[in-house]
């Protein structure tokens, strides 16, 4: 069954030929129909059917797929929130240097924070699809007189 999914627009293909050319020998003989008509209007039909399957399919895959981005920012936001409920423990308890670094790490997370937000289906497909396989994102500068947090740089892992 996994074979048959993994690859069903080949399988309904071959059984949408497979119906074309034997449907209308079919008709021929149980009602005397013209052959190339009757050929005509089952790929027709065929044709039909096989665009509403797989508009099916492919709207299936796609909300799977905002399911998974769903499940996945879910999961995450939980972990960002988690790390900042212990980050405050830790300010809280913290020496002025100790604080400086962890204006850092407030950093780091707010970032990861936008990041998120920002986090779609389409996002992934232009990322993907980009030339140089990469999105370069400017983290926000603090306005509170530390230093400015360098640029990220997100680099997409390409294989040749």
Known sequence: MRGFLKHIELWLS????????VVPGLLLRLAGADYW???AYTAIVVGVLH????????????????????????MLRDGIQKQVAALLTM????TEEQRRR???????????DHLLDSLSSERLTAWSASEEGRVEIA?????????????LHVHKDVQN
């Open 102 to 112: 962890l204006d850092g790490v407030f950093d780091s997370l707010v970032l990861l």
């Open 14 to 21: 071959a059984a949408g030929i497979a119906v074309i050319l």
């Open 51 to 74: 665009g509403c399957i797989f508009w099916t399919v492919r709207r299936r895959q796609r909300l799977a797929r905002e399911q998974t981005l769903r499940e996945a920012h879910a």
């Open 37 to 39: 008509q009757a050929m």
């Open 91 to 94: 300010d809280a308890r913290a």
């Open 139 to 151: 983290r926000p500068h603090r306005a509170t007189g530390t230093r400015p947090a360098p640029d």
